[in-house]
């Protein structure tokens, strides 16, 4: 039974997707098991499917931009959270991004991470599965054909790029663990394990400022900042109409340009040490990482987790064992922060560490979202 309060639309029948599948993801199944074990369940469902096979990175991003896209009624991603990336982004560069960011999207698992596969099962009330059964179980999603609104959040950078990401931000540890386990990817979502491992052998400490506006925070903010019901579409309140050109991208209300201080009802941690910084809008990471149990697809909120320095390893360990189930806040570790918030900036010292957004890796410089 869908959750009060959320709007859903239905796929119409018969139906025509558009199928982009990456070959390379995970580790090199995704394919295989598209024939195998998605396509005899689409075509019952009397879902016809043109299957569109990316042969580079970009390849995804270059059709959905350019392409008409009106001759199909959703859009089916199966691959890791990198090609939805792409797709998302794409989108978002047409004139018509308006109306071409209605058309349904679906993810189907096949990379190595598939942290929004994994958080979709979570939403429809699925027990926590993997591999073949939590692809089973979002082609079921996608055969019942009801979707809902999906936040984005807008991230841009202190060299003038800006993105449109619907999984997180990370830099530190949890994108070193990333990025660093990318040559294992082989191993499927094992290299994570492997990942998290090594880069606990060499934990590292990042300097920086990190400031965010809290969800409550009632100063200096519009009145649909205020209204949890208010509709927060791409991570920022809707402005008056007729504010902005046709066709431009959506303007990012709640933040000040990044060579600017943030607003005085922004909060700034005080430590400026830090292991990790993940700000997370999905409630998984990865398949076996639950690290925002309370979050949802249409929240309208950014979970910000960040790790101060003097973490021992054994206690990072603990909590990342627990964050499998999701309990690593009930441990109450005085290292480990969350806050709920609507923007975020983050300003590291030196350029040191990686960052990543929806797991692709970005130079490090100042960000904010």
């Known amino acids: 039974c869908p959750p009060p309060g959320d709007s859903y639309g239905v796929l119409p029948r018969p139906c025509h997707a558009l199928v982009l599948l990456n070959p390379q993801s995970g580790s090199g199944r995704a394919l295989d098991d598209f024939h195998a074990v998605v396509q005899p369940m689409l075509a019952e469902a009397d879902i016809a499917t043109t299957v569109f096979v990316t042969e580079r990175p970009h390849h995804a991003h270059e059709k959905v931009r350019d392409e008409d896209l009106s001759q199909w009624d959703t859009l089916v991603v199966v691959s890791g959270d990198g090609l939805l990336f792409e797709v998302v982004n794409?989108?978002?560069?047409?004139?018509?991004?308006?109306?071409?960011?209605?058309?349904?999207?679906?993810?189907?698992?096949?990379?190595?991470?598939?942290?929004?596969?994994?958080?979709?099962?979570?939403?429809?009330?699925?027990?926590?599965?993997?591999?073949?059964?939590?692809?089973?179980?979002?082609?079921?999603?996608?055969?019942?054909?009801?979707?809902?609104?999906?936040?984005?959040?807008?991230?841009?950078?202190?060299?003038?790029?800006?993105?449109?990401?619907?999984?997180?931000?990370?830099?530190?540890?949890?994108?070193?663990?990333?990025?660093?386990?990318?040559?294992?990817?082989?191993?499927?979502?094992?290299?994570?394990?492997?990942?998290?491992?090594?880069?606990?052998?060499?934990?590292?400490?990042?300097?920086?400022?990190?400031?965010?506006?809290?969800?409550?925070?009632?100063?200096?903010?519009?009145?649909?900042?205020?209204?949890?019901?208010?509709p927060v579409t791409n991570g920022h309140i809707p402005q008056p109409a007729g504010t902005e050109a046709p066709g431009s991208p959506p303007p990012d209300s709640l933040l000040v340009p990044l060579g600017q201080p943030v607003p005085a009802h922004w909060t700034v941690v005080p430590e400026e040490e830090f292991v990790l910084v993940y700000a997370i809008y999905q409630s998984h990471l990865g398949t076996n990482l639950l690290m925002a149990p309370a979050a949802r697809l249409h929240d309208g909120c950014i979970h910000l987790f960040y790790m101060k320095a003097g973490i021992s390893r054994v206690t990072l360990l603990k909590l990342f064992l627990a964050m499998s189930r999701g309990t690593h806040l009930d441990l109450n570790c005085p290292h480990l922060c969350y806050v709920p918030v609507r923007a975020f900036r983050l300003e590291p010292r030196v350029a040191a560490g990686i960052m990543t957004v929806d797991g692709e890796a970005l130079a490090c410089e100042p960000v904010q979202g």
Not at 90 to 107: N, V
Not at 166 to 171: A, C, N, S, T, Y
Request: include cysteine; proline fraction near 4%.
């Open 90 to 230: 794409g989108l978002m560069e047409r004139p018509d991004w308006k109306e071409a960011m209605k058309k349904p999207l679906c993810i189907l698992p096949g990379g190595s991470g598939n942290a929004l596969a994994a958080s979709i099962n979570y939403y429809a009330g699925y027990d926590h599965v993997a591999k073949k059964k939590l692809l089973t179980n979002c082609t079921f999603i996608l055969c019942k054909g009801l979707y809902t609104q999906m936040d984005l959040v807008s991230l841009s950078t202190a060299s003038g790029k800006r993105f449109f990401s619907f999984l997180g931000f990370g830099w530190g540890f949890i994108s070193d663990v990333d990025i660093d386990s990318e040559k294992y990817r082989w191993l499927g979502s094992a290299r994570f394990t492997l990942g998290t491992l090594q880069c606990l052998a060499k934990l590292r400490v990042y300097q920086g400022r990190l400031s965010y506006l809290p969800m409550a925070a009632e100063q200096g903010s519009s009145p649909a900042a205020r209204d949890p019901h208010a």
